[in-house]
């Protein structure tokens, strides 16, 4: 059940990761320069590596990442939320 969750929560972290990238908020011109190499597609593979781990994590028998994943993606979601909806 974890793993659904694990990979659930991971769909919508690509999702939000994607709609804050197509934003052109300037608040992009201000992150590292790592972050632009790709054309962005850097942070989609950090966000796939952040994925994969709390995966295999959980599937190696540590539960608990699925509450550290599940509060990762809460904390990426209002800020995306907070980007797209210009409050920042």
């Given at each position: 059940m974890a793993l659904i969750l694990i990979f659930l929560l991971g769909i919508g972290n690509f999702t939000v990761h994607k709609a804050v990238l197509e934003s052109r908020h300037p608040l992009l011109g201000q992150v590292p320069w790592f972050f632009h190499?790709?054309?962005g597609r850097f942070s989609m593979m950090v966000e796939f590596a952040m994925l994969l781990g709390a995966l295999l994590m959980?599937?190696?028998g540590s539960p608990n990442w699925a509450w550290f994943y599940a509060g990762y993606s809460?904390?990426?979601?209002?800020?995306?939320?907070?980007?797209?909806?210009?409050?920042?």
């Amino acid at each position: 059940m974890a793993l659904i969750l694990i990979f659930l929560l991971g769909i919508g972290n690509f999702t939000v990761h994607k709609a804050v990238l197509e934003s052109r908020h300037p608040l992009l011109g201000q992150v590292p320069w790592f972050f632009h190499l790709l054309g962005g597609r850097f942070s989609m593979m950090v966000e796939f590596a952040m994925l994969l781990g709390a995966l295999l994590m959980v599937q190696g028998g540590s539960p608990n990442w699925a509450w550290f994943y599940a509060g990762y993606s809460a904390i990426n979601c209002l800020s995306a939320w907070l980007i797209l909806t210009r409050r920042i």
